[in-house]
């Protein structure tokens, strides 16, 4: 049952409280009621406003532990329109703007939250692309064109895989990829396509092992006439991609940040055609109760204590 705000007005009037904002985790986090997290027990009292206590081993927690808003000194409400604003922005959400738009205090919040909120869209266990797949790298930021096969000074290598839907893109994924070896490519085919997927690459030397893979691999080799474009749909997600980055972040995007846009880009192409602003609220805190704790501190160790205006793309 997917429950969630259809418009604004009803946003406004359901998420008014820190109470109705918790209750509506709650109730993403554990659909069938409390589960500890440390010892799987099913029942729990409450302690105060927020905290549980497990009845099986006494481990206190609550329905943020471990998430995304884990050790928030904001209000949730403040969290919620934030992410109701973010889901809104067609072309993405910038730091400069969250700020401007809710009031944060700094551009260094701004940027924080946005970058867990950018962790939080890549969905857990999501499911792997299948059918009809193109895939090809491309190089983000930078003037000149890389080296194939070996890192370019500047620029990171991104492996595009998009689903061929006749003329139309289905979904995408994206991988960011230390080098066009055959190990980097073939890790990143097998993290986003299901086997028995056919795969359309180019002649690179670096897919022939994709049917020992369990892949049906289709070459498209270069015979057809001058100027025709023989992996169209991953062309078309790179141009989309790299407008992106210049468009809404002006090219702000650092190299070492660039997985968290790729996977906030990769979430909004996806559900470009969802008219329900509500739908994707309710996936993305759906996921970002769902995110780990392992998960989050690796994000926090990322992000916290390095500079955000670091612009070298
Ligand atoms: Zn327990």
């Known amino acids: 049952m997917e429950d969630y705000p259809k418009n604004l007005t009803e946003f406004e009037v359901r998420f008014s409280t820190e109470e109705a904002c918790r209750d509506y985790l709650y109730q993403l986090r554990w659909p069938k009621g409390f589960h500890c997290p440390r010892c799987g027990h099913e029942r729990a009292w409450p302690v105060g406003t927020v905290l549980f206590q497990c009845a099986g081993c006494n481990y206190q927690t609550s329905v943020v532990s471990g998430t995304i808003f884990h050790g928030t000194h904001k209000p949730l409400t403040l969290w919620f329109r934030t992410i109701w604003w973010v889901i809104g922005q067609k072309n993405g959400a910038s730091a400069m703007g969250l700020k401007r738009i809710l009031g944060l205090g700094s551009y260094r919040t701004a940027w924080l939250w946005l970058h867990k909120l950018r962790r939080a869209m890549v969905t857990p266990g999501r499911d792997h692309l299948a059918g009809t797949v193109e895939v090809d790298e491309s190089y983000i930021g930078g003037e000149k064109t890389g080296k194939r096969g070996r890192g370019a000074a500047g620029k990171s290598l991104v492996v595009i895989a998009a689903e061929v839907k006749g003329t139309r893109i289905g979904r995408i994924r994206l991988h960011r ?4 070896s055959a190990k980097s490519l073939e890790k990143a085919v097998q993290q986003a396509i299901s086997p028995g997927s056919m795969i359309r690459t180019d002649g690179w030397k670096g897919y022939c092992g994709l049917s020992s893979l369990g892949y049906t691999h289709v070459v498209m080799r270069n015979t057809a006439e001058v100027g025709v474009n023989l992996l169209p749909h991953c062309h078309r997600v790179a141009a989309l991609l790299k407008r992106w980055l210049l468009g809404t972040h002006q090219g702000a995007v650092s190299h070492e940040h660039l997985d968290y846009y790729l996977d906030e880009f990769t979430f909004r192409f996806n559900r470009r055609t969802s008219r329900h602003r509500g739908k994707l609220f309710f996936r ?30």
């Open 284 to 313: 993305l805190l759906q996921n970002a109760v769902a995110v780990d704790t392992i998960i989050y501190k690796r994000i926090v160790k990322n992000v916290r204590g390095r500079k955000p205006l670091n612009h070298n793309m």
């Open 177 to 180: 990829v230390p080098d066009a």
